[in-house]
């Protein structure tokens, strides 16, 4: 007779007994609407939970929920993927959502796979390998919806994640292969799932657009069985896991580590990949690469390149080194208050674009720009203080406790520093939300100093004149050449545009694109007249 659960004796009969009902089940259920499966699908994980069914036919009623779950997360995922954060009441309830349905179907596989390490169950001691799988993979994906969502992963996820990897190694399963599908011909050990998710956090998710990440994640699955896990490498440090810990992968020095230490062999990860960024150089095809339909050039090759280094290179030195740096830093979102707070200046499309108040004339005489009023007409800006974390000659982390303006990946802000007298352009980089909800972001300096400026399309004597926009002339660094930053979709190479710049009207050229962000384009231009 088959258990149902280590000393577990289910006290009612379970809403699904076999594999029969539970098809009979999902025929009847709403699985439609995401959010509606999602919740469909957790409450009946939660009542299987409760009153199991034998061993055998719950796991055969788990694989049969593993495409409509699949599916379901996938669509759900869509609403809070890649938005700005902090995220809306409704994304971040579907993230939750996601999170309750990955933790209640990967604690049933975890509890089908106590009954077959602890109780050897018969029906089950032969799945070993499968259970182990399934229940990495939960977890895995649990991990793959914070980075999703730009959430910090708790240090009991991947305490979760790497003891049930070491389970894996203990019963001698990490490397063997299992279907990804009962009826499926592709297959995946345990160690690889396990190393799938290791790569995407080394690839720094918080980081990549949405698309980038799901790119990352496809090739990180691709390539994992090109990676090995070991107690020591030929090279006296790399990147390891410690499996008895709740952290992610670091990079350790071979004499620290332990018995529990496990380092990550990528010698053969970084041929495969290397000769891929090779090929798409050389005008290679992405999809006859293997890479995928959906992947173009030149985003592939960048991307490539970027997961390189982050996979198998050292972590690069920074070239300025950062500092912890007492007081706060001042944040402006939104191209019309960055221009006011920049230029100290209310910008007007029509020809006369600027328009000073005797206000702000005597703002800008005593303080160098127009105080933040907090208004949200043209005439003010509203800052707000953000902890400064720490920063260098160009670059910045900062966090954020409680509500504030949205943030994007790659969106413009401007930044000014404590102490500092002026505004810094700057584009965000990465974000991410704490456990505590704290919103921290990195932030680059864009490269020179930041003019207010108006820009409109060239235009002829006979045609009405086109309204200006806000744009910023960015001075030439060491070695470079100035550049204009333009609202998306604005810049297009070979355009010409009038520009305003401090009551000189001048002709311009735009020329290469140098930099694309969620709301802004910065490109090369040359002079006209």
């Known amino acids: 007779m088959s258990t149902s659960s280590p000393g577990i004796v289910p006290a009612q009969a379970p809403v699904i007994a076999d594999l029969k009902g539970c098809d009979a089940w999902l025929a009847q259920a709403s699985l439609a609407d995401p959010r509606q499966a999602c919740h469909e699908l957790t409450t009946l994980l939660e009542e299987l939970e409760d009153a199991p069914p034998p061993d055998h036919h719950f796991l055969d009623i788990l694989e049969r929920l593993r495409e409509p779950i699949s599916v379901a997360q996938v669509e759900h995922s869509k609403k809070f993927s890649g938005r700005p954060l902090p995220l809306r009441d409704f994304e971040a309830g579907a993230f939750d959502q996601v999170f309750d349905l990955w933790t209640t179907y990967g604690r049933a596989y975890r509890r089908l796979l106590r009954a077959a390490v602890e109780e050897r169950a018969p029906g089950l001691v032969a799945d070993t390998a499968l259970l182990c799988e399934r ?18 992963v708790d240090s009991e996820v991947w305490q979760s994640l790497h003891g049930l990897y070491q389970l894996a190694e203990a019963e001698g399963v990490a490397k063997r292969q299992v279907a990804a599908h009962r009826r499926s011909e592709r297959t995946a050990s345990p160690a690889q799932v396990y190393l799938r998710i290791l790569l995407m956090e080394l690839a720094h998710p918080y980081s990549l657009s949405a698309r980038d990440l799901q790119w990352t994640r496809r090739w990180a699955g691709l390539w994992a069985h090109k990676v090995s896990l070991g107690l020591s490498l030929s090279q006296p440090q790399g990147y390891a896991v410690d499996l008895e810990g709740g952290a992610p992968p670091t990079w350790t020095q071979l004499a620290s580590a332990t018995a529990t230490t496990r380092f990550l062999d990528t010698t053969e990860l970084r041929r495969s990949v290397k000769a891929r960024i090779r090929k798409l150089e050389s005008g290679g095809d992405p999809e006859s690469l293997g890479l995928g339909k959906d992947v173009i050039q030149p985003d592939a090759a960048r991307l490539l390149t970027q997961l390189y280094r982050a996979w198998v290179d050292a972590p690069v030195a920074r070239q300025f080194t950062r500092r912890l740096v007492p007081g706060r830093t001042e944040l402006v979102a939104g191209l019309d208050s960055i221009h006011v707070a920049v230029g100290g200046r209310a910008f007007k499309s029509a020809a006369r674009h600027w328009d000073y108040s005797r206000r702000d004339a005597e703002q800008i005489a005593i303080y160098g720009s127009v105080s933040e009023s907090g208004q949200d007409g043209p005439a003010g800006f509203s800052a707000e203080k953000w902890e400064t974390l720490d920063e260098s000659a160009n670059g910045f982390r900062l966090r954020r406790k409680g509500p504030g303006e949205r943030l994007s990946h790659h969106q413009l802000v401007a930044l000014k520093p404590h102490g500092a007298r002026s505004f810094i352009l700057s584009e965000v980089r990465w974000l991410s939300v704490a456990l ?16 207010p400026v108006a820009a409109r399309p060239a235009w002829s004597a006979s045609d009405t004149p086109p309204s200006y926009v806000q744009a910023f002339l960015l001075s030439a660094m060491p070695g470079g050449s100035p550049s204009l930053v333009l609202p998306p979709g604005y810049f297009q190479p070979g355009r010409e545009l009038e520009m305003r710049a401090n009551e000189t009207l001048k002709r311009v050229r735009l020329g290469a694109l140098l930099q694309r962000g969620s709301d802004f384009d910065r490109g090369a231009f040359e002079l006209l007249t």
């Open 135 to 152: 229940a990495i993979k939960c977890t895995a994906e649990l991990i793959t919806a914070h980075y999703r969502s730009r959430r910090e």
């Open 436 to 451: 505590d909800g704290s919103l921290t972001i990195g932030a680059l300096a864009l490269p020179g100093l930041a003019d």
